[in-house]
């Protein structure tokens, strides 16, 4: 008889599959029927863990043991020594901390700080290819909750106004009022943008590889709240995990009637299709999106009309972030007071950030709306490797905006980081000791931006060819203290004259670059600056 | 009128996308799935998908060359890709990237001419403690010097003849 007694959580994502995941689950399975143990211990796959550049992480329970770094050679001594001896393997064994869940109290995630944990509650804990499991996990109560207790379309939108959730993809534009937005018809439509890409920005496809019922539930309720019964989930091609496992969790979701028509005998009905991306970053802009969907080249649309009027094929469109639909079930499960028990009073809630570059612990934390950015980096991410300097953060991806050491106790949330003429953007910190040069970072942002630049409107397309121009000028040590205006001068007019948010953003990082970096830019611009021998820069940023 | 030959690939292609005859939305997965087939997108190829989907032959190849991820060459049994990233960038992925191309005798997206291999390059592979970076199928490389990096395409051809 099978009766287990022991679970191994393998953490799999495109991260650890790199790190050669998939050989070392094999191994485990295979090492444990080998020495009989297939009955007693369970392997089970999850979404990340947390922490990246750890390599292949496992965790053990009951016992609470993590291991990160582990390899195909490390499988047979831990399986002898751990899993039949009972002896956890020191030389591969990393602390876990006891983390604060929400639900229950349960030893998870190998953070420096407890984390409060709304939206990733089950990222790491199930297993993503089992309904089942989401179901235990809490999944799907809150739609349960809405057809037993009668709730309305209404009350499921009032309740999301009240809690005061504010959009995650970047511009913080409260929910519930962007839902009270669409128009009346017969025939609306509502998409989850999971186009992620954003440079450094990975949270969405950990929140789908790690839980993707969650979003499927958050779904139907954000559905049912506007009247939409059918949704597309839009997502990057390179997302191929994520693509198997919603696709995975669709198919499940529609074998129990929690997706399709009259779900659960409830009279809500709600479709569910998959819409691949093909590569563009520029889809990530929610116009764009819908073109795409629609089957065209993703240019963005001139707004007004809005998607809320004039959306997908024309009819109302409410498009939402992969992390905002996720805090949805949550806020209708515990009411809109419970989840601004989190947070500030403007920005309710939690936000789920990927910090990543030098940093002890990179990866993935979910903590308050309002948490110093000190906090973020030194509590949470365990400070700056190597003992290093902390030089400045570039805060919300490529179109984020740096930030140096005296903005360090800057509150987190979409109303203080305004103050600084910064953004939250897409949750993407990227540290920077005093090693990393500002001046090569920008560089590889406006490159970027140039290669992005969907060429429709002119001030975007020769705008971030000029800026480019102008910036490798400057890296090379050839430009001029009038090239630094130029670059600001440049992006100003974009801001004021593009289409959309890829032109009007290159102006977030240069500003603060330049504001907080001058010295470094005006020393590669003096005339006398020469090419640093390489070591100086062994381990430059991750961004680009 | 576009008529696809009868092999498995093209009826593979004609299977799919008639499921979604002059369904102009479903434009980007029939692109999707027939460079799943191929490998790449042939004329033949979107000039079929155009006539089933209703949708002008111009219109089709205005979408294939806004996104990244479609191609109209066809591609080599391995994919190289060189990591351009910055940190790449400093420990001098661009050596790596220029002495490749030229022992093969291919530019940035080319394919060699037995079709064994085609170059690209790509802009962070995550492993930016192993710069300089290249990608050979899931295979990741790093520490690479040109030389290095020439060796290990090298065993490729090699490993075939053993």
Not at chain 1, 96 to 111: C, D, Q, S, W
Not at chain 1, 148 to 158: A, F, L
Not at chain 1, 357 to 369: A, D, F, K, N
Not at chain 2, 76 to 95: D, F, M, N, P, Q
Request: charged share 25%; hydrophobic share 35%.
């Amino acid at each position: 008889m099978r009766h287990i007694r022991c679970h191994v959580l393998i953490g799999v994502d495109a991260n650890s599959l790199l790190a050669g995941a998939k050989a070392v689950e094999q191994a485990l399975i295979k090492e444990l029927a080998d020495k009989g143990l297939a009955d007693e211990v369970q392997v089970i796959e999850t979404g990340s863990l947390g922490p990246i550049g750890q390599g292949v992480i496992l965790v053990v329970y009951p016992d609470a043991v993590a291991y990160a770094n582990v390899t195909v050679d490390d499988v047979p001594e831990i399986v002898t020594e751990h899993l039949l001896k009972g002896r956890p393997v020191k030389r591969l064994q990393v602390p876990l901390a006891p983390e604060e869940r929400v639900v229950e109290i349960k030893p998870t995630g190998l953070v420096k700080k407890p984390q409060p944990r709304v939206v990733l509650q089950n990222c790491g804990v199930i297993d993503p290819e089992s309904l089942e499991e989401a179901i235990a996990a809490g999944d799907y109560q809150a739609l349960v909750k809405v057809i037993e207790e009668g709730m309305s379309p209404k009350d499921v939108m009032e309740e999301v106004t009240k809690s005061g959730l504010r959009g995650r993809g970047g511009a913080g534009f409260p929910t519930g009022k962007k839902w009270s937005f669409t128009a009346p018809g017969p025939q609306k439509y509502l998409i989850c943008n999971a186009d992620e890409g954003e440079p450094g920005t990975f949270k969405d496809r950990l929140i789908l590889e790690g839980d993707p019922h969650r979003l499927i539930e958050s779904m139907i309720l954000a559905g049912y709240a506007i009247g939409a019964t059918k949704g597309y989930i839009y997502i990057r091609g390179e997302y191929t995990l994520s693509i198997a496992r919603i696709s995975k969790a669709i198919e499940q979701a529609y074998r129990e009637n929690l997706l399709g028509d009259n779900i659960l005998d409830s009279g809500i009905t709600f479709h569910l299709e998959i819409k691949k991306g093909a590569g563009a970053y520029v889809c990530g802009e929610e116009t764009a999106l819908i073109e795409s969907i629609e089957g065209k080249r993703g240019q963005p649309r001139l707004k007004p009309p809005f998607p809320a009027v004039q959306g997908l094929w024309g009819k109302p469109t409410v498009v939402n972030n992969v992390e905002t639909l996720s805090n949805i079930p949550p806020i209708i499960l515990n009411g809109a007071d419970w989840y601004r028990s989190f947070g500030t009073p403007t920005c309710p809630g939690t936000k789920v950030y990927t910090i990543l570059g030098h940093i002890e612990t990179p990866g993935l934390i979910e903590v308050e709306m309002g948490t110093t950015l000190r906090d973020i980096i030194f509590e949470y991410g365990g400070g700056i490797r190597k003992g290093k300097k902390f030089k400045g953060a570039l805060v919300g991806g490529a179109a984020g905006a740096f930030l140096n050491e005296s903005q360090l106790d800057v509150q987190m949330d979409y109303d203080s980081l305004k103050e600084y003429a910064a953004v939250l953007g897409s949750g993407a910190i990227l540290v920077m000791d005093e090693e990393t040069s500002v001046v090569s970072l920008l560089h590889s942002i406006l490159s970027f931006f140039e290669h992005e630049s969907c060429g429709q409107c002119t001030p975007c397309r020769m705008g971030t060819r000029s800026l480019l121009t102008i910036m490798e000028r400057i890296v090379r040590g050839q430009g001029t203290e009038k090239d630094l205006d130029l670059l600001l001068q440049v992006s100003e007019n974009m801001q004021v004259s593009s289409l959309c948010p890829l032109g009007q953003s290159p102006i977030l990082p240069i500003k603060s670059a330049l504001d907080y970096f001058r010295d470094e830019f005006l020393e590669r611009v003096s005339g006398k600056w020469t090419e640093p021998p390489l070591q100086a820069h062994e381990e430059a940023s991750q961004v680009g | 009128m576009v008529k696809l030959p009868d092999t498995p690939e093209h009826n593979r292609v004609k299977e799919f996308v008639s499921q979604f005859r002059g369904d102009k939305g479903s434009l980007i997965k029939a692109l999707h799935f027939s460079q799943g087939v191929f490998g790449y997108l042939p004329p033949e190829i979107i000039e079929y998908i155009a006539q089933e989907l209703e949708i002008p032959a111009s219109h089709v190849y205005g979408v294939v060359s806004f996104y990244n991820f479609f191609r109209t060459e066809p591609m080599g049994e391995y994919e190289i890709r060189v990591c351009l990233g910055t940190a790449c960038h400093v420990k001098g992925s661009k050596e790596v990237l220029e002495t490749l191309c030229r022992k093969l005798g291919i530019k940035i997206g080319g394919t060699t001419k037995d079709g064994k291999f085609t170059v690209s390059t790509v802009r962070c592979v995550g492993a930016c403690p192993l710069a300089p970076v290249m990608v050979i199928g899931k295979e990741v490389y790093g520490r690479l010097s040109p030389q290095k990096a020439w060796n290990i395409v090298r065993g490729y051809y090699e490993e075939e003849r053993t």
